[in-house]
């Protein structure tokens, strides 16, 4: 009786190895995928300051598209497989130059070889007022808004919050090198408190 009971016992425990090394399986899959996706495809991100206001506010929750540049390689963040360039007006992601450990979100307002000028509160590409209506001013700031005028490296970028009198972009710190870019803001996919942000498209 006793080797009866052992010989039924082996089909059972086979059958528990089997059922773990399925689940087993499908957690190794799940996570692969899960940090293939965060890696090269979307990442989410939490806005927490107001430099990005009133496109983006503190508490908004956005996914940012990081194919739409291109793959890069994990770590030397060396773009392998080229898909477009940011455009003039994009919000990106990025590396903050100056802190490597440190992301920043800004608008993309001057591309490589422009050459930027700011008087007061307007902004001048290549001799041409830039027209911006996403960019806001506090009129009771006294900061001091003259720039350059300066040219854009060929690998750079120059970005500004569009809170232009809450933030601290590349007039302060200088460009973003194009490697350090991690992405495109696309869609705010939730929002405290500020929940009619919901499925909001990011422009």
Do not use: C
Not at 83 to 88: A, D, L
Not at 131 to 137: K, L, T, W
């Amino acid at each position: 009786m006793d080797k009866e009971t052992k010989k039924g016992k082996k089909p059972r425990e086979k059958q528990r190895k089997s059922l773990f090394r399925e689940y087993l399986e499908a957690a190794i899959i799940a996570v692969v995928l899960a940090l293939f996706i965060r890696t090269f495809v979307i990442q989410a991100y939490k806005i927490p300051s107001g430099s990005m206001e009133p496109t983006l506010l503190v508490g908004d929750h956005i996914l940012v598209n990081k194919f739409i540049y291109g793959i890069k390689a994990p770590f030397i963040k060396k773009t392998i497989i080229p898909v477009s360039e940011p455009k003039r007006g994009d919000i990106i992601v990025f590396v903050y130059p100056l802190d490597r450990k440190k992301d920043y979100i800004k608008r993309v307002i001057g591309l490589p070889g422009d050459e930027i000028q700011i008087t007061g509160k307007k902004i001048f590409i290549n001799g041409k007022l830039f027209d911006a209506p996403f960019g806001v001013y506090d009129q009771n700031s006294r900061r001091d808004n003259r720039l350059g005028p300066i040219v854009v490296p060929a690998s750079g970028l120059f970005v500004m919050g569009d809170n232009r009198d809450h933030s601290y972009d590349s007039r302060y710190w200088g460009f973003v090198p194009l490697e350090l870019v991690k992405g495109k803001a696309i869609i705010i996919y939730w929002s405290w408190p500020h929940w009619n942000r919901f499925g909001h498209l990011i422009r």
